[in-house]
């Protein structure tokens, strides 16, 4: 396994817990921002790096900054997606608290 060689665990592990982070992350934020708008992406990409830029040095809200700078990235590409790719009318809807009330009916 000559590939694994020069592995870095530790990278893995950050990517690992930053990849747990983004997953709550988003399902916390969406009753309230939207998920895969623009909105809710620049949000989440402001919120990400003013929180890194905020507490630098502390590695756990490193992780938490850097979840929502991903989410916020993937939310801008899905939109961007949607947007000039996809034209169908599926796509997700901007007004998130209907959203939020329509998925706790379905609970």
Known sequence: MELLKGMNTTEIFDG????????????????????????????????????????????????????????GTEDIAYWLWNKFFNKSSETQEDNSIVLWIKNMEKW
């Open 16 to 71: 690992v817990i930053i990849g747990l982070i983004k997953f709550a992350e988003e399902k916390a934020t969406t009753p309230f921002i939207g998920n895969g708008t623009l909105k809710s992406g620049a949000i989440k990409l402001i919120a990400g790096s003013v929180i890194k830029s905020s507490f630098k040095g502390n590695k756990i809200v490193g992780y938490v900054g850097s979840a929502l700078q991903v989410d």
